[in-house]
């Protein structure tokens, strides 16, 4: 689901549940909670197939601010980076690093490429793609990793290397998400992995209750799922 609220409720309501029927069952074999702390769990157990290292950092929101805030000397030095952030303006370098930062993860959210955005026609997508290259080469520096990119990191690691997504799509017979209308691109792709050819996913949701367009999230997700019956 969408929020760790939600997730709260959901495992509480499983695990009673489980106790009426008395079915004798390890929450923990399943993979229940919110995209991105699902996504995080997969990087933690198959982490040496990541760029992750041990400890690695992981960022809030201002932390991940404040990170672009020390190297927006760097951010201001790329190609038609004027596009994105004005170097030369008066605006204050965190009002500058907020535009930055607010451009970057939508990159990761729509699970975008960057070398494909630098070799784009445009200046304004090839600075994007710039940028967040320069981005991604620093996380790996500092062994970190941002809320907005775990799920970027998590397809990523489910693309290369087929063995990981064989094994959690033998793990992961049944699919279920709620609250679809508010998932966003890269949600959708990891689902459409996950399922393979002819996966069992359910999804619930209303495309008049859309509350996280603002982070992402699209009901195109929701109004086009009926096309998944073609899978």
């Not at 981005?135 to 970027?152: G, V």
């Not at 792709?189 to 209750?209: A, F, H």
Request: glycine share 4%.
């Amino acid at each position: 689901t969408v929020t760790d609220k939600a997730a709260q409720e959901l495992t509480t309501r499983i695990s009673n549940r489980l106790l009426e029927l008395d079915i004798r069952f390890n929450l923990n074999e399943m993979y229940l909670g919110t995209f991105h702390s699902i996504c995080l769990r997969w990087l933690k157990e198959y982490r040496e197939f990541t760029r992750l290292k041990r400890s690695f950092a992981l960022m809030d929101q201002f932390d991940q601010q404040y990170f672009l805030y020390k190297r927006i000397s760097q951010y201001q030095a790329l190609p038609h980076i004027e596009h994105i952030i004005k170097p030369s303006s008066n605006q204050k370098s965190w009002d500058k690093t907020a535009t930055l930062l607010k451009w970057l993860n939508m990159v990761s959210e729509e699970a975008l490429d960057h070398e494909t955005l630098i070799e784009a026609e445009h200046d304004q997508v090839k600075a994007l793609g710039y940028a967040h290259k320069l981005y991604q080469q620093q996380l790996t520096e500092e062994n970190a990793l941002d809320f907005s990119s775990i799920q970027y990191e998590a397809l990523h690691l489910l693309r290369s290397y087929p063995q990981v997504l064989e094994e959690l799509r033998q793990k992961l017979k049944y699919l279920m998400v709620d609250e679809y209308q508010d998932t966003n691109t890269v949600q959708d792709l990891l689902l459409t992995l996950l399922g393979g050819e002819q996966p069992n996913l359910c999804v619930v949701g209303d495309d008049d209750q859309g509350l996280y367009r603002f982070r992402g999230a699209t009901i195109r997700n929701i109004l086009q799922f009926p096309a998944h019956a073609e899978w």
